[in-house]
């Protein structure tokens, strides 16, 4: 059975910091992994999509990495903003069972202080 | 990109009332659609999933008969709370996909509080 895991459960930093979002996961045979983003209150907003075949993908300030051999992602965020604030979810979707079903990881509650 | 727009964003209503939730696909034809519970401070719960023109397949502990899905069309799918409880309010989130290269888009979500 996929299990995801994500480390930190929280984390705060100052303003204009780096910083490296972990996930981690039990079964390597994944379509893909997605990394989103929740606001208090609100849906998910997908904020990158990596493929099993893919290593990394980047968007802006936003970088994803992916180790499908050893079932690790990270997200790394770059010169972070108080906006930066929000739980951030990591996500596969497993390749075996015919399942189409998301297994998420419980989230890193990340707070970036102005 | 692909955007799935949820409706209503909240909702309340009377103890023994129904209510209906709709989750459309606006650009795209969405093969598969799911639906989720999430309590304060938790994670995402699966309740089912719905494909188009089939029943929805749902998950252990999730009734059947109150959390009803109707997945008429490849851009929409509906869940009626039937005679909906205070221990129904909740956050209900909805997301959809299209193949298997395509990544899950969500709903902003409907906060559903019953009185």
């Known amino acids: 059975k996929q299990e995801v895991t994500q480390i930190p459960a929280a984390l705060s930093v100052p303003e204009g910091e780096n910083l490296v979002l972990n996930c981690s996961f039990t079964?390597?045979?994944?379509?893909?992994l997605q990394w989103f983003r929740q606001d208090p209150g609100k849906g998910l907003t997908s904020l990158l999509l990596?493929?099993?075949?893919?290593r990394e993908q980047t968007s802006g300030r936003l970088n994803a990495s992916l180790d499908k051999s050893s079932g690790r992602s990270t997200l790394y965020i770059a010169a972070s903003q108080p906006g930066d604030s929000a739980t951030y979810l990591c996500?596969?979707?497993?390749?075996?069972?015919?399942?189409?079903?998301?297994?998420f990881g419980k989230g890193t509650k990340l707070t970036v202080n102005p | 990109g692909a955007v799935v727009s949820q409706h209503p964003s909240w909702v309340i209503c009377k103890s023994g009332t129904s209510v209906k939730i709709e989750c459309r696909s606006l650009?795209?034809?969405?093969?598969?659609m799911f639906w989720y519970r999430q309590f304060p401070k938790q994670s995402l719960m699966l309740m089912a999933t719905?494909?188009?023109?089939?029943?929805?397949?749902?998950e252990q502990g999730v009734e059947k008969d109150k959390f009803l899905i109707n997945h008429a069309s490849l851009t929409l799918s509906t869940l009626t709370v039937t005679s909906a409880h205070p221990e129904d309010s909740s956050f209900y989130i909805c997301?959809?996909?299209?193949?298997?290269?395509?990544?899950?888009?969500f709903g902003s979500g409907t906060r559903l509080t019953v009185v």
């Open positions: 079964d390597s045979a994944i379509y893909n």
């Open positions: 997301s959809a996909i299209r193949t298997v290269n395509y990544g899950y888009t």
């Open positions: 719905s494909n188009e023109g089939s029943k929805a397949t749902y």
């Open positions: 990596i493929q099993s075949s893919q």
């Open positions: 996500a596969v979707r497993p390749a075996q069972g015919g399942s189409e079903k998301l297994v």
């Open positions: 650009d795209f034809q969405a093969t598969t």
